[in-house]
C-alpha cells in the first residue's frame, strides 16, 4: 500500500515558478514508477510526466517539454516536479501517482495504482 501526499501549489504569474513535492508512504516507493497528471475544469486527466523508479528515465507531454523536469530522490521517498516558464494554460489540479511498472514509464491513467489526492496550480496572466 503507498499512499501520495502533494504540496507545493500555489498561485503565480505567467513565467513565474513553482516546484510541486509528492511524499509517499511505504517501504517500496523504489519499486515504483512515478508521474504527475493534472486535469483543468472540465477537462479529463492528462499526463504531465513521469520517471521511472530508479530515475533512470522520464518522460514528458509535449506541452511542458522544456520547462518542467521531474526528478525523484528514493531515500527521502519524495517524487518532484519543477514547473517553470509557466503558462495559464497549465492551471490545473495536479496529481501524483504510482505505478508498479517501474522498469518502464507510462502515459495511461489506468497504468498507476496509487493517487494523491492533487494540488491547485494557478498561473495569472
Known amino acids: 500500500q503507498v499512499q501520495l501526499v502533494e504540496s507545493g501549489g500555489g498561485l503565480v504569474q505567467a513565467g513565474g515558478s513553482l516546484r510541486l513535492s509528492c511524499a509517499a508512504s511505504g517501504r517500496t516507493f523504489g519499486r515504483y514508477a512515478m508521474g504527475w497528471f493534472r486535469q483543468a475544469p472540465g477537462k479529463e486527466r492528462e499526463f504531465v510526466a513521469g520517471?521511472?523508479?530508479?530515475?533512470?528515465?522520464?518522460l514528458y507531454d509535449d506541452s511542458v517539454k522544456g520547462r518542467f523536469t521531474i526528478s525523484r530522490d528514493n531515500a527521502a521517498n519524495t517524487v518532484y516536479l519543477q514547473m517553470n516558464s509557466l503558462k495559464p494554460e497549465d492551471t490545473a489540479v495536479y496529481y501524483c501517482?504510482?505505478?508498479?511498472?517501474?522498469?518502464?514509464?507510462?502515459?495511461?491513467?489506468?497504468?498507476?495504482?496509487?493517487w494523491g489526492q492533487g494540488t491547485q496550480v494557478t498561473v495569472s496572466s
Open positions: 501517482a504510482a505505478s508498479p511498472l517501474g522498469f518502464s514509464v507510462g502515459k495511461q491513467v489506468k497504468s498507476y495504482e496509487y
Open positions: 520517471i521511472s523508479s530508479m530515475g533512470g528515465t522520464t
